[in-house]
């Protein structure tokens, strides 16, 4: 099946910078990948998604960048704000039934 | 947020006894979902819905059972809970097609002692 994996496990960026995770999955047949956000003592938000025959796609602050060929992409996060911070999971279509996939997730902290 | 609520919302159980959780869904969305969510490990998937009566099993389904009578309602059962599964659970729904979406409950803590 489709594995996912998220690096890096923990981001700390000063506020007003960028921040990007980045996410390779496995299986070439995948052609959904969603970012959600996960507050502590929340559920996990989906934030924004993307799909294979799309190159990037942004909304405000966020974008997400998908490279097929290499099997990754990224959550690229500007002038972040202490809002920002909480743990990022990314996710890959595995299968039918609309089935994902998820990474372990990555923290990021947003230093005011 | 979506339609879906879970309960309960936190549970202390013992080791042996059986437990079942409840996730309802106002979306009328055809697929369901139960994840636990542990440390370390992100989500991973225990069981599935794809209709009424239509389940299949996730990659950590040892010692969980699944039951979806109608649309709205998908339990999760644990028929003699052990402290492993000592978890945060969410459930999550999608809808038809190959739209992909999961949109998630609040989640239900649950300790096993």
């Known amino acids: 099946g489709e594995n996912v994996e998220q690096h890096p496990s923990t981001l700390s960026v000063q506020e007003g910078d960028s921040a990007v995770i980045k996410c390779t999955y496995s299986?070439?047949?995948?052609?959904?990948f969603p970012w959600y956000k996960q507050e502590l003592g929340k559920r996990p938000q989906l934030i924004i998604d993307?799909?294979?025959?799309?190159g990037e796609k942004k909304d405000q602050r966020i974008a997400v960048t998908l490279n097929k060929t290499a099997k990754h992409f990224s959550l690229h996060i500007t002038e972040t704000q202490p809002e920002d911070s909480a743990v990022y999971f990314c996710?890959?279509?595995?299968?039918?039934?609309?089935?994902?996939?998820f990474g372990k997730g990555n923290q990021v902290v947003v230093i005011p | 947020d979506a339609g879906i609520t879970q309960s309960p919302r936190h549970k202390v159980t013992e080791t042996g006894t059986p437990v079942t959780l409840r996730c309802h869904q106002t979306?009328?969305?055809?697929?369901m979902y139960w994840y636990r969510q542990d440390p370390g490990h992100g989500l991973r998937l225990i069981h599935y819905?794809?209709?009424?009566?239509?389940?299949d099993k996730g990659e950590v389904s040892d010692g969980y059972s699944v039951s979806r009578s109608k649309t709205e309602d998908f339990l999760l059962t644990l028929e003699s809970a052990t402290s492993s599964q000592t978890s945060v659970y969410f459930c999550?729904?999608?809808?038809?097609?190959?739209?992909?979406?999961?949109?998630f409950g609040p989640g239900t803590r649950l300790t096993v002692t």
């Open positions: 996710a890959a279509s595995s299968g039918g039934n609309n089935r994902l996939a």
């Open positions: 979306e009328n969305h055809r697929y």
């Open positions: 299986d070439s047949a995948s052609n959904y």
């Open positions: 993307i799909r294979s025959n799309v």
């Open positions: 819905s794809y209709g009424v009566k239509d389940t």
């Open positions: 999550a729904i999608s809808g038809s097609g190959s739209s992909y979406e999961q949109y």
